[in-house]
């Protein structure tokens, strides 16, 4: 129940990214992607949002959190 407390102390789990946006929402088509590994941020603090910057690594150590992003392979 730790996480569900969490995040209603917050007031949610997004703290920025794309308010004014009714549901922040992201397709990906792979056979497009450039790269043959992209990661996705799964931690909402991505200054790069959708893409993971590596930021949850700052999160996790400040929060004892552990998030991590969505790795898509072409
Ligand atoms: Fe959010 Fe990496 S920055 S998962």
Redesign the pocket.
Known sequence: KRGSVSVRAEGGINPQIRKEEAKVVDSVVVTELEKPLT?Y??????GTFPL?????VKHNKATGDN???LLVKK
């Open positions: 990661a941020c799964r931690c909402w603090r991505s993971c910057d590596g930021t949850h998030v991590g992003p």
